[in-house]
């Protein structure tokens, strides 16, 4: 699928070798944080040949959304089981 869209000359002449990418990437993170697309379906948007360059990708850009929380809750979990 095309999608067309308008930028103004000045931004598109500076950054054009790279907004394509960029505009790329950023649809599939918001597409992977609400949870219309999944991790595989990240990896052939982007062309990633690994499942691991695909986690990479989503753990720099903040994507797993695990929470300080999160680890507190995993942490106390661990706790209940004996194993920490």
């Not at 950054?15 to 697309?37: C, D, F, H, M, P």
Request: hydrophobic content about 35%; aromatic content about 10%; cysteine-free.
């Amino acid at each position: 699928m095309n999608i067309e869209v308008t930028i103004p000359d000045e931004i598109f002449e500076k950054s054009q070798s790279k907004l394509s990418r960029y505009v790329l990437e950023q649809i599939a993170l918001n597409g992977y944080k609400s949870n219309t697309l999944s991790m595989v379906q990240v990896r052939k948007l982007l062309g990633f040949s690994s499942r691991f360059e695909t986690e990479e990708f989503l753990h720099l850009n903040n994507a797993f959304g695990y929470t300080k929380s999160d680890l507190e809750e995993d942490l106390q979990t661990l706790k209940d089981l004996g194993l920490q």
